[in-house]
């Protein structure tokens, strides 16, 4: 049984098409890359998958099971998480906040709990805030745990997105243009950050991803969209040598053969 299989999945916004007859199997342990131009179908993949659309056509399974007619805290509490294109953190709270309170959808304990300081509302919060104490020494960003996310340069944000999905203790992780606003520098520790994460969590990941050198070094199986519709899927050296990728997409890459 495929962890993530897409079937047939087509999504239309009014007269617009924007992802045609999709399929698609990610098993579990494999990084796979979407790429493609501006306005391709990739988010819009990504919202099919977890939740924010419903696919006008077709079907979307995770871990053998419909995802139809789920919202977006419902598929995470299956076991999928996901970052997005714009950093969405929240700013008004610290580093070591934000990554506490994206772990209370599964609290157990309700109003009444957190009011009388139950022995499960004691028992939650330490172990809520132990897996962001951890969360911060495993990305290096203890030293920024008191500060909001927006003093933080870019990829430290990045770094405090991935660990909130992180926090959520996913199966799939969802990393929309990780790299997004980086310089090379930072773009060289992403890759290593990803690479890591994927062996120390276990984790399957499916990236978008704009920078093919970020694509090129950690995918092992990469799809391309184009207007919506799968153009090429294979290995790297593959993709690369696809007359039809390379004219569309990497032909003006200067770094598509890092």
């Not at 109003?111 to 020494?137: M, V």
């Not at 930072?186 to 120390?200: K, S």
Request: net charge negative; with cysteine; glycine share 8%.
């Amino acid at each position: 049984m495929s962890l993530l299989e897409i079937r047939e999945v087509s999504h239309y916004f009014g007269g617009l098409r924007a992802v045609y007859n999709l399929n698609l199997k990610l098993e579990g342990g494999e990084l796979m890359g979407l790429i493609g131009p501006n306005g391709a179908g990739k988010t819009t993949v990504f919202n099919l998958v977890s939740g924010f659309y419903t696919p006008t056509e077709g079907e979307v399974l995770f871990l053998g099971q419909s995802l139809a007619g789920l919202r977006p805290h419902q598929v995470t509490a299956r076991g999928m998480a996901r970052t997005f294109q714009n950093i969405r953190l929240w700013n008004s709270l610290t580093v070591f906040e934000n990554l506490c309170l994206s772990q209370h959808y599964h609290l157990g304990y309700g109003l009444l709990g957190a009011i009388l300081r139950t022995r499960r509302f004691t028992e939650n919060e330490r172990r809520i805030r132990k897996t962001a104490q951890q969360l911060l020494e495993i990305l290096g960003l203890s030293h920024y745990a008191d500060e909001l996310p927006k003093n933080l340069p870019y990829g430290m944000q990045r770094r405090v997105e991935i660990g909130r999905a992180l926090s959520l203790h996913p199966r799939l992780l969802l990393l929309d243009e990780p790299a997004a606003g980086m310089n090379p520098s930072e773009v060289d520790q992403l890759i290593d950050l990803v690479r890591w994460i994927r062996e120390e969590f276990k984790l399957t990941i499916w990236l978008i991803e704009h920078q093919m050198r970020v694509v090129m070094n950690l995918c092992e199986i990469i799809k391309v969209l184009d207007f919506g519709e799968t153009i090429a899927e294979g290995a790297p050296v593959e993709v690369q040598q696809n007359p039809r990728v390379v004219q569309a997409y990497l032909g003006d890459e200067e770094d598509s053969h890092a």
